[in-house]
């Protein structure tokens, strides 16, 4: 069974660094088809993604944040840890973690296709 | 970044309805897009992907369709279940993936 925990505090303060691991389990973190994202909502509003780990590794950035952002994986713990500095209420969101799958089937097969709880992280004083 | 703008952004329906919910994207997407469903209070659920592959356990009446910039998803006979938010999303522009900007599914 392919699960996807996420943990992290639910409350920051602005200027504040913000870490969230999601430890993942019934899939390894070295398989070739897949990797791990991470993608927020803020209340009432659209999903926003932020990061990208693959399995070899490379690291991708949503363009207007990679300043802020880093993804980081252990992989022989299962974990991929996304750090964001200098956090600002308008950072204030709901930050799930995904994983993203290839589907071999399909070449243009490419999507989220197992997700974690989220986790609600407010910023503020 | 490639945007992708859903239509429309909320819509009224009653059970046994055909809904249609459609995605532009902002240039040629090939068929690199993929819908979601997501309830209150829970993560976002995998429908669809490239375009027309339904995921393994969705419901037969879920299907999409479309190719380069325009893009639709039709439920053929709606639910209590499906009333929810749905989203496209594009991975074409890897490493910039994008998502719309959802389209709510209420009850009529």
């Known amino acids: 069974q392919v699960t996807l925990k996420q943990s992290g505090p639910e409350l920051v303060k602005p200027t504040e660094t913000l870490t969230l691991t999601c430890s993942v389990s019934g899939f390894s973190l070295r398989n070739a088809r897949m990797g791990v994202s991470w993608i927020r909502q803020p209340p009432g509003k659209a999903l926003e993604w932020l990061a990208h780990i693959s399995a070899s590794d490379e690291k991708s950035y949503k363009s207007s944040l990679k300043d802020r952002l880093s993804i980081s994986k252990d992989t022989s713990e299962s974990q991929v840890v996304l750090t964001m500095t200098n956090m600002d209420p308008a950072d204030t969101a709901t930050y799930f973690c995904a994983r993203r799958t290839r589907f071999r089937a399909v070449v243009s097969g490419d999507a989220f296709d197992m997700w974690g709880q989220g986790t609600m992280v407010t910023v503020a004083s | 970044d490639i945007r992708l703008t859903q239509s429309p952004s909320s819509l009224s329906a009653s059970v046994g309805d055909r809904v249609t919910i459609t995605c532009r994207a902002s240039l040629d997407i090939n068929n690199f897009l993929n819908w979601y469903q997501q309830k209150p209070g829970e993560a976002p659920k995998l429908l669809i992907y490239?375009?027309?592959t339904v995921q393994t356990g969705v419901p037969s009446r879920f299907s999409g369709s479309g190719f380069g910039t325009d893009f639709t998803l039709t439920i053929s006979s709606l639910q209590p279940e499906d009333f929810a938010i749905y989203y496209c999303q594009q991975s074409f522009g890897h490493p910039q993936l994008t998502f719309g900007g959802g389209t709510k599914v209420e009850i009529k």
């Open positions: 490239a375009a027309s």
